[in-house]
């Protein structure tokens, strides 16, 4: 029985909080999904907007005002960009621009 409660344990600490999250309802996030999403020119910029949405509306409590920002300006920019290399550099120019 010790063994089973050390176990549970465990695994409660090392799940993250966003994986936790999955299982609520977030209708702020579902609609920062429908909105950012529906424009993705490629799988590199829907998983970018995917994590920014995920920052933001499941784990936004935790971010600093810098944080946010960088996702907020992700998600600004990278919705119709058809490249990887141009997502990479819109994710540097957010980086930059945000001190991250």
């Known amino acids: 029985m010790l063994k089973l409660a050390y176990l549970f344990l465990s695994i409660t600490l090392a799940t993250p909080?966003?994986?936790?999250?999955?299982?609520?309802?977030?209708?702020?996030?579902?609609?920062?999904?429908?909105?950012?999403?529906?424009?993705s020119q490629s799988s590199?910029?829907?998983?970018?907007?995917?994590?920014?949405?995920?920052?933001?509306?499941?784990?936004?409590?935790?971010?600093?005002?810098?944080?946010?920002a960088y996702h907020l300006c992700v998600l600004q920019n990278v919705q119709t960009v058809k490249g990887a290399f141009a997502v990479n550099e819109i994710l540097h120019a957010c980086r930059r621009q945000n001190q991250m």
């Open 44 to 68: 590199f910029a829907a998983r970018q907007i995917s994590n920014s949405c995920d920052a933001i509306y499941r784990n936004g409590a935790m971010l600093l005002p810098r944080e946010r």
């Open 17 to 39: 909080l966003s994986a936790l999250a999955y299982g609520s309802d977030n209708p702020d996030y579902d609609q920062c999904i429908l909105h950012s999403l529906g424009n």
